[in-house]
């Protein structure tokens, strides 16, 4: 190997800039066809390092993040959703309330698209560079309590502050004890107005004092989360059932009810 090369790479491995040198050599072979002055030689060099690292962290991010999968607002059928404003969508894509510190909340029926939704919102802010946490409300719950039986709550509260965006999934859709609902309220506590937090759930605002138990915790959840918030109210179908109509499962399962009812009567 030429040593002028040898001592490049060995610099660039000492900078960390891993890419640049196992591209080097390739990226040495076209300046030299292309003639490219060395400020072009640079640039090409350091904006191929530069999308590398940054591909690098945004795995990283997502990764800790665990959603429980990768979806897009691109991939979201804003045409089957009539009442949700994509534009609205959009422009919350663009991260401000994660810069103003404000809440999401998505309520709707299961299966409009609400988990979708705020998958994609957090995949934005991970590409942002923010750093984003997905939990369920059963398991965020779950482990809290776990943590306060051990006596680690307040390591467990400080380490969900940590994201500047918070995604707490399916509120609502398992009644919370007392105990249980005391401990959301904390952290929602520890993180009003410091960070952002987005909500799915399928219950009104007004059930929520049967969800959690209590109406007084309930209304003093509402209370902070709703102080700086964007509540989105999706009112259409189910993707889960438009799947089943395109296959003519549902068709065909409510033929087979309809038959079953007749026998009996």
Known sequence: MNPQLERLEGHLERLRLFHSKERLSGILEEAAKKDLAYTDFLE???SQEVAAKTDKNIQMRTTMARLPYVKTLETFDFGFQPSLDARQIRELAGGRYIDAVENIILVGPPGVGKTHLAVALGMKAI???HRVLFLSATGLIGTLA????????EEKLKLYCQPRLLIVDELGYIPVDRHGANLFFQLVCRRYEKGSLILTS?????DWGEIFGDAIIATALLDRLLHHSLTINIKGESYRLKEKKRAGLLAKVTAQETDEKALKA
């Open 44 to 46: 090409e060099l350091l």
């Open 127 to 129: 590409q942002q560079g």
């Open 146 to 153: 776990k943590a306060h039986a051990e006596n680690r709550l």
């Open 202 to 206: 399928n219950q009104r605002f007004g």
